[in-house]
């Protein structure tokens, strides 16, 4: 059973940093692509960022393009978003998600090429 489990999330201010981390168990991590998406109260879930199975390749959403950096580590089955010059409009769940598919060729960028989700971790930015 696929388990993703969200973590580094909290309150900071408008121009601060937090790094979100999610760590995967129940499948071989290193073959499948990762996403970060953000539902904000009230708003669709939007993917923010995505990075295919072997790291080389990913996809920034425009709104945070400049500001967030993703990353794996496959030998600590994790994927991290470093949040940087943060916003309060920023202020959302975020989840982590894992690839439907193993070792797809780019980065999945639709929000139901994603299979299992993460329950979330709270980003709260304020002015």
């Known amino acids: 059973q696929v388990q993703l489990v969200e973590s580094g999330g909290g309150l900071v201010q408008a121009g601060g940093s937090l790094r979100l981390a999610c760590t995967a168990s129940?499948?071989?991590?290193?073959?499948?692509?990762m996403g970060w998406f953000r539902q904000a109260p009230g708003k669709e879930r939007e993917l923010v960022s995505a990075?295919?199975?072997?790291?080389?390749?990913?996809y920034y959403a425009d709104f945070v393009k400049g500001r967030f950096t993703i990353s794996r580590d496959n030998a600590k089955n994790t994927v991290y978003l470093q949040m940087n010059s943060l916003k309060p409009e920023d202020t959302a769940v975020y989840y982590c998600?894992?690839?439907?598919?193993?070792?797809?060729?780019?980065?999945?960028?639709?929000?139901?090429?994603?299979?299992?989700w993460g329950q979330g971790t709270q980003v709260t930015v304020s002015s």
């Open positions: 998600a894992i690839d439907a598919y193993a070792r797809r060729v780019g980065v999945p960028t639709g929000r139901y090429e994603y299979q299992h």
């Open positions: 129940g499948r071989s991590f290193s073959s499948y692509a």
């Open positions: 990075i295919d199975w072997s790291g080389t390749s990913t």
